[in-house]
């Protein structure tokens, strides 16, 4: 018996490590391999930086890309040794089915909490080492951080407009800057034939110099009123919104652990604040988490009932559940986000919905 059950192991761990890797690499990489080209050709960034980036990115890929893995790997390596009917021939031998399973769900466990483990601390710090790295681009190499022919809301109070930038000198051609002045107030406007960045990192600010241009300024008699005034050269300092201090940027709930977040979600509720979105987060992390396990035992009786040889098979059920499954998950996120749905709830609904189906179909299974 033990011997059949270290081979149902060893038959799952060598699908699922491949699945895990082959999905981290295409979610990582290929799924950002536009973003790598442009930042390393077009905007001059240099490739341990660029590196650092993917790097950082990779903990919250595997958030998702475990339980995926999980789920090909069940229907791979038991779809493999029904298809052979070696299934078929333990069973015939009056081996309990069940007992050969239960080190698989005993495994799925396993995966579960140590995600949440890895969601908690690994994904969450790796999250916001990411973002700090996207605000030190931005920082030391301001136009490796904008996209030109677009409105660029990353500095505060100002939303600025550039017609084309060229990474590799710095410079800025037909630049527009606007600064809203509130909500029935007209809106400050700088405009410029050209411009360049002078970045400042250890005062975490960005410098502006424009050249030839116009700046509406406001009227000393009344400020809600505005005069153009001409300019060869206009220095502005820019701050990003992200920024806070010292270099410090404030944690969004993904960069959070599950602590820092109940931490939150009292100040907020002291402040009459409705938390959901917080309260969504951790019930986020800890639905990811618990997926390992649900995929394990949704997949357990899928694999052994399907009996086919074709690979393509089991691939094509794991894309129909994922699929499934990740479009109840983001529905159910975005109603608890918005407070539609309770958060500790809504989260759950589909672990506990698949959940269900794969503890019917392995319960008929072992008791055929």
Request: charged content about 20%.
């Amino acid at each position: 018996m033990k011997i059949l059950r270290n081979y149902f192991l060893k038959e799952f761990f060598g699908p699922l490590f491949l699945a895990l890797g082959v999905l981290t690499f295409i979610m990582v990489l290929v799924g950002n391999l536009k973003k790598i080209a442009d930042l390393v050709i077009n905007k001059g960034l240099d490739l341990f930086t660029v590196l650092k980036l993917f790097l950082f990115m990779t903990p919250y890929i595997v958030t998702y890309a475990l339980p995926i893995a999980v789920l090909v790997g069940i229907l791979m390596s038991l779809g493999r040794l029904s298809s052979d009917n070696e299934i078929v021939a333990i069973r015939a031998s009056g081996i309990n089915l069940f007992s050969l399973v239960l080190p698989l769900l005993i495994m799925g466990i396993i995966l579960s909490l140590a995600l949440v483990v890895f969601n908690d601390r690994a994904s969450s710090y790796a999250h916001y080492a990411y973002r700090k790295i996207l605000v030190e681009i931005g920082i030391k190499n301001p136009t490796a951080a904008l996209e030109e022919g677009v409105f660029i809301n990353s500095f505060e109070k100002y939303v600025l407009f550039i017609y084309r930038i060229d990474q590799k000198k710095n410079k800025l051609s037909n630049v527009r800057i606007y600064e809203p002045q509130g909500e029935g107030k007209p809106t400050r406007t700088i405009v410029a034939k050209s411009g360049e960045f002078i970045a400042v990192p250890e005062k975490n600010v960005i410098k502006l110099k424009l050249v030839d241009g116009t700046s509406d300024e406001p009227d000393p008699e009344n400020p809600t009123n505005f005069y153009k005034l001409n300019f060869k050269t206009y220095f502005m300092n820019l701050s990003l919104g992200q920024t806070q201090g010292k270099g410090k940027i404030e944690k969004k709930p993904k960069d959070m652990t599950i602590q820092e977040l109940r931490s939150e979600i009292s100040k907020l509720k002291k402040e009459k604040i409705d938390p959901s979105p917080l309260i969504t987060e951790i019930n986020k992390k800890l639905s990811l988490a618990a997926s390992c396990f649900v995929f394990m035992v949704l997949g357990i009786p899928l694999a052994i009932i399907t009996r086919k040889r074709e690979k393509s098979i089991n691939i094509g059920i794991a894309v129909l559940i994922i699929v499934a499954y990740y479009s109840l998950f983001i529905g159910c996120e975005a109603l608890a986000i918005q407070g539609q749905l309770n958060p500790q709830i809504a989260m759950w609904v589909p672990n506990i919905l698949f959940g269900i189906i794969g503890v019917i179909l392995t319960y008929r299974l072992c008791a055929s």
